[in-house]
């Protein structure tokens, strides 16, 4: 099947600072991407669509100007956490629909 | 805006009992998925179902989407412990391609 990656797997960083995760579509071109949010033992929260070529489409009540998306090409949307703090600290998935909808791997996000 | 709801949120199971997780949409759908997240990994999709009382079988997994197209089950016989893990229905019907609405999802648990 269609693989998506995700990177960092992983990050921790101080309250106040950005971080950049970036969701790549490996063989295949993706011109939709979602990005998720997953808290501990709840469901899949969509924050937005990635739309390649045009702005973002974000899911009431996610603030656009502090998760920044950008969709430059057909295989990499990238989400950035802007001025992160410890309430932001969650799981981030990506996924890219085929018909079904292919996962990345998820990004932990920590903030201290 | 749609919504999907799941039941029952946790299921604890003795391995080889049967387990059955069920999803009631707010509006008919269009299609409705069925993913797995196994404890620390993302969801990875299991099917679709797109037809009116259809119903399909994978192995001891099986899936029924309602004659309205508004609710569906997943129904595992003779639990194992391989099946430990949350399983999510997600529902197609937005007016963005491949945008769907997860329910909360059911934490199976299988003792040994």
């Known amino acids: 099947g269609a693989v998506v990656s995700q990177h960092p797997s992983w990050v921790i960083c101080k309250s106040g600072t950005s971080v950049k995760i970036e969701c790549r579509s490996l063989d295949f071109q993706a011109t939709t991407m979602f990005w998720y949010r997953q808290f501990p033992k709840q469901s899949l929260m969509l924050m937005a669509t990635s739309n390649e070529g045009s702005k973002a489409t974000y899911e009431q009540g996610v603030e656009k100007d502090k998760f920044l998306i950008n969709h430059a090409s057909l295989t990499l949307s990238t989400l950035t956490v802007t001025s992160a703090h410890p309430e932001d600290s969650s799981f981030y998935i990506c996924?890219?629909?085929?018909?079904?909808?292919?996962f990345g791997p998820g990004t932990r996000l920590t903030v201290l | 805006g749609q919504q999907v709801m799941q039941i029952p949120q946790y299921q604890h199971v003795q391995e080889g009992e049967d387990f059955t997780t069920y999803c009631n949409s707010s509006t008919t759908l269009s299609n409705i998925q069925w993913y797995k997240q196994r404890p620390g990994g993302h969801p990875v999709f299991l099917i679709q179902?797109?037809?009116?009382?259809e119903v399909k079988k994978q192995k001891r997994l099986t899936f029924q989407f309602g004659e309205a197209k508004k609710n569906s089950s997943l129904h595992i016989t003779a639990t194992q412990t391989t099946d430990v893990g949350t399983y999510f229905c997600a529902g197609g019907g937005g007016t963005s391609y491949g945008k769907l609405t997860f329910g909360q999802g059911t934490i199976l648990t299988v003792h040994p």
């Open positions: 179902l797109v037809k009116s009382g």
């Open positions: 996924s890219a629909p085929i018909g079904e909808q292919f």
